[in-house]
């Protein structure tokens, strides 16, 4: 009777831990940052610390709304407004995401961060999204 239970008990136990490493793993597979996106948000965080907007927002804004900007005669306009008062905003939000795994799509192509409550920042979440194998802020 003392070998059948404790038979029973090493097989729950190695059932948990295969679970539980199972589910680790799971989550680890589940959304890890592409290397190409981790490299943007470093790159970022290094011209946000530099002050360098214009080049920042060169490279972080979508080809396309970027391009809709200089069409209009607008682009000046926004890096000055973006200096002004959202640099500050993103530079914090961008410290938070090493720490944290995106949310990645089927295609690998937008990553979505959930960010802390305490920061405080002006959405939930910020998302990111993969245009000719370039990553690129979406929000």
């Known amino acids: 009777m003392l070998s059948r239970l404790a038979f029973m008990i090493s097989v729950a136990c190695l059932l948990t831990l295969s679970i539980g490493q199972s589910a680790a793993a799971q989550e680890t597979k589940k959304s ?12 970022a ?26 069409e209009e005669k607008m682009w ?3 890096v000055k407004r973006f200096g002004e008062g959202h640099a500050e905003k993103l530079q914090k939000i961008l410290k938070t995401l090493p ?14 961060y959930d960010l802390p409550k ?4 002006p959405r939930s979440m910020i998302t990111f999204v993969k245009i000719k194998d370039v990553w690129y802020l979406q929000n």
């Open 118 to 121: 305490d920061l405080e920042a």
């Open 32 to 43: 890890p940052a592409p290397a190409e996106l981790k490299a943007l948000i470093a790159e």
């Open 76 to 78: 000046e306009d926004v």
């Open 99 to 112: 720490e944290t795994e995106p949310k990645l799509n089927e295609e690998k192509s937008q990553a979505v």
């Open 45 to 70: 965080t290094k011209l946000l610390n530099e002050k360098d907007h214009e080049k920042l927002l060169e490279r972080i804004v979508e080809p396309e709304l970027k391009a809709k900007f200089k």
